[in-house]
């Protein structure tokens, strides 16, 4: 099973927003390019997720509507994938979902999780076992060969818009 874990693209600062609720900051121009860029990334890695995970803060959203635009996913909203979200409930939620699915390894999709610095980094590292949390840059994707039986992951990459420009 393939998961991708992203992180939403370039949002706007306290200052532009005019108020110092985090949950409510949108993209910039340049986090929408970002988002864009990694969509396009998708498309031709025929990597399309049917079900994408995506954090209810602004920024999330609409980077997650950016990535599925021209995708036919089911899109859930869920408070626990928030910058202070916790790595091991969300490990476990994913596992929860996965067992759940009747295994079929010619049409497994990928599965999308649009969420934050810092748990997209914990996230990686609780889904690969490892001591190691990358930095993400925004509109980065970590890609994870999951085994679903272990549950455990293998981090096969990590992409940034910049790499792809």
Known sequence: MQVLIMRHGQAQNFVERGNH???QRALTEHGKQEASIMASWLDKKHLKPSQ??????I???ETCD???AN???TITTLDII???GNAKQVHDYIDGYLSE???DSNKQTPLLIVSHM???SYLVAQLTQSMHTPIFATGGIAHIDYNIRTMKGQLLAMVSPTQLQ
């Open 101 to 103: 699915l009747v295994v």
């Open 52 to 57: 994408v995970f995506v954090s209810p803060y």
């Open 66 to 68: 950016i990535m599925t």
């Open 82 to 84: 928030t910058p202070e």
């Open 59 to 61: 920024r999330a959203q």
């Open 71 to 73: 995708m036919q996913s």
């Open 21 to 23: 609720d985090d949950s």
């Open 118 to 120: 810092p748990l997209v």
